[in-house]
């Protein structure tokens, strides 16, 4: 079934396509933080931008964004639940089509971890879990300290590069927290891949899986929390 897109008009658009519109829908929260953040901004948001603009890759030379979709569902194998991003850009670079799921992010964590989530694992977590580090091309059971959400973020930026038949896929934590709230756990993401995570770059994550795959934790301006 095809999917059929609704232009916005504005932040207040994304907020019937939460889960919980009542409850996500606030001040200071990711999902409305990066709403404001991305509908303002012509094309990327500048701090977005810089980062693109800053790396060498020929893969994402020449980076320009063609659409953006909030609340963006991936289907995964294993169970009905599909992975909810909090928006889709589908962009082009020289090289061609790019996939990034961007995951906003304040003070609320990336969820439960890998262990939590494994805990009396049902055979269809199992299967998921196969199906995911089969996709990021990984071969070793992550750490149970790993935060499930950016495992299968990362896989549904992948899986719809596939579908795009894209040059690259991008995850990237568009982060508003003064804390840096979730960085530790953006560490051990990339860990997984043997990379140290640095702030504002844009990284090769692996090598082996069938889009290549680059991760980013981009900090925010700080001002669209208040809107």
Not at 184 to 199: E, N
Request: neutral net charge.
């Amino acid at each position: 079934m095809p999917r059929i897109l609704i232009l916005t008009t504005g932040p207040s658009d994304w907020q019937k396509l939460l889960a919980d519109p009542d409850g996500q829908w606030k001040q200071g929260f990711s999902a409305r933080t990066l709403s404001h953040s991305w509908e303002t901004a012509n094309g990327f948001p500048p701090e977005v931008a810089l980062a693109f603009q800053s790396t060498n890759d020929p893969l994402l030379c020449e980076l320009e964004p063609i659409l953006a979709v909030p609340e963006f569902k991936v289907s995964l194998p294993g169970g009905s639940r599909a992975s909810q991003n909090d928006l889709f850009v589908l962009a082009k670079s020289a090289a061609g089509p790019v996939a990034i799921m961007v995951e906003g992010k304040v003070s609320e964590s990336f969820g439960p971890t890998l262990g939590a989530w494994l805990q009396d694992a049902s055979y269809g977590k199992k299967r998921r879990l196969r199906s995911l580090l089969r996709t990021l091309g990984l071969d070793a059971q992550p750490p149970n300290s790993l935060r499930y959400q950016l495992l299968h973020r990362a896989a549904s930026a992948i899986i719809t590069g596939e579908q795009y038949r894209a040059a690259a896929a991008v995850v990237l934590v568009h982060s508003f927290s003064p804390a840096r709230d979730g960085w530790a756990d953006y560490q051990v993401f990339t860990g997984l891949f043997g990379v140290q995570a640095v702030a504002g770059v844009v990284q090769r994550l692996g090598h082996d899986s069938a889009v290549p795959l680059f991760g980013a934790w981009i900090v925010g301006d700080q001002k669209f929390r208040l809107c």
